[in-house]
């Protein structure tokens, strides 16, 4: 029974000097040093706050207040290295876990990682191995966008190399992991209720990627997505030489477009089921660029919608009609070509089919949101003849104006003059869009 007390009492001393030890023991003297070293290595300044040493429950070292370049390109809140103690006696020395909490990582950061994580050329044999690298409440910042927060877990294998990366945001409604396979990494993404973190905050309800990366490229071939109550597929690419360049292919089937033309276009409306086959390309500096960059080119086709702000067939009935047209044109199916380019579109072949509307013609949408364009509007109503009525599209996409042409209000009033209302201001409209077109004089 002594033996026992006198066991209890020695464990219940020695807990006590290995808690009290690290007290007594400062690592200050090491911080320059680690400093100049990871300088070096980095090739940018590094700075630390705080040092300190942990002997219970386990050994272990944090390492408090990490910022790395001139700008705090990389800000770190603590770094906990935690060593197999057995190791420590041996030739290679063994870290089980480096825990990051509080990582920021800003747009240049983010450039510079391939060029800091690439392996050195030596060929003496290392003397250090990690086992695993644990990040939490991770954070990235690209320009005014943000992606996270998030927490990521690196496992590696004896020889040094990554075996498996996990990512997830805190929220859960993104996961991703790469695995090695050769020289190249497996990629895949899932996410359930996620917006985009750069761009437009478009919400995906379901999204799954699957590719190949290299440090220099990424291939996904697989690109799946449940949105607005329609899917998309396709397949996309991505380089990182000198900037970022994109290039993808995708089929669009049964988009609503109703709330996701404002998140594309802010001030456009427009409601719909769309149907497209976009081809995307982009060429930027960097990631927060990429978005602004953007060029998309696609025929499309939106069934049982309405263009809001613009009434096609009032514009077209009443030709004398000064002023914005307000309103709204409903249609069976709106169909053209799209091209998308630094934030200006272009619509050509646009054709509207409505009941008594049937409408062709091509508007562009400036960056600044200034419309131009020409509309061939033809409406069978009552007491009015068929004809097609050419209009000129002005105005802005929050205030549009639909306006018949000079010689279509010229042949309008003659027409109406000599033959009556009705029938007379149709041919007269008729008349007067045909030479116009004859003699060649355009929108602008």
């Known amino acids: 029974m002594k033996w026992l007390k006198l066991g209890a009492l020695i464990l219940a001393v020695a807990v006590l000097v290995l808690g009290l030890l690290p007290l007594f023991i400062s690592l200050d003297d090491y911080r320059p040093r680690i400093e100049r070293e990871a300088s070096e290595k980095l090739k940018e300044p590094v700075a630390i706050q705080n040092l300190s040493l942990a002997l219970l429950p386990y050994p272990r070292v944090t390492i408090k207040g990490i910022a790395v370049g001139k700008t705090h390109d990389v800000k770190v809140g603590a770094v906990t290295v935690t060593p197999d103690v057995g190791s420590l006696l041996g030739e290679v020395k063994v870290i089980r876990a480096i825990e990051v909490e509080d990582l920021v990582l800003s747009q240049v950061a983010l450039e510079k990682i391939p060029v800091w994580s690439k392996p050195q050329d030596t060929k003496s044999p290392a003397r250090l191995r990690i086992s695993s690298i644990r990040i939490q409440n991770g954070l990235v910042q690209l320009g005014k966008n943000t992606v996270g927060p998030f927490d990521a877990t690196v496992m590696l294998t004896a020889a040094g190399e990554p075996e498996v990366a996990t990512l997830q945001t805190r929220d859960g409604a993104l996961k991703a992991s790469v695995k090695p396979e050769g020289k190249t990494y497996l990629i895949q993404a899932e996410a359930k209720s996620w917006k985009v973190p750069i761009g437009p905050p478009i919400l ?45 292919r995708f089929d669009v089937n049964q988009i609503e477009l109703r709330n996701l033309v404002p998140l594309l276009s802010p001030g456009n409306r427009v409601s719909g089921r769309l149907n497209a086959k976009p081809v995307v390309s982009a060429r930027a500096a960097n990631a927060s660029q990429l978005a602004q960059a953007l060029r998309v080119e696609t025929p499309f086709s939106v069934q049982n919608g309405v263009l809001y702000g613009v009434d096609i067939q009032k514009a077209a009935t009443n030709l004398l009609l000064k002023g914005p047209t307000g ?24 054709k509207v089919a409505s009941g008594a509307l049937a409408a062709n013609g091509n508007v562009a949408i400036a960056q600044s949101k200034e419309l131009s364009g020409r509309i061939n509007a033809e409406v069978k109503a009552a007491g009015i003849a068929a004809a097609s009525v050419p209009l000129n599209v002005s105005g802005t996409v929050q205030s549009p104006v639909l306006l018949p042409t000079g010689g279509a209000v010229a042949g309008a009033a003659v027409g109406t003059a000599i033959l009556g209302p009705g029938i007379g201001t149709s041919v007269g409209a008729k008349v007067g869009g045909w030479t116009e077109n004859l003699f060649g004089k355009k929108e602008r």
């Open 204 to 248: 995906f309800d379901e999204l799954t990627i699957k590719g190949v990366a290299t440090l220099d490229s990424a291939t996904l071939s697989q690109v799946n997505a449940r949105l607005y109550g329609g899917r998309v597929s396709g397949n996309a690419a991505l380089k990182f030489q000198k900037g970022l360049q994109l290039t993808g």
């Open 327 to 350: 309103g709204e044109t409903r249609f069976d199916e709106l169909s053209g070509q799209l091209l998308m380019e630094r934030g200006a579109f272009r619509f050509t072949q646009l």
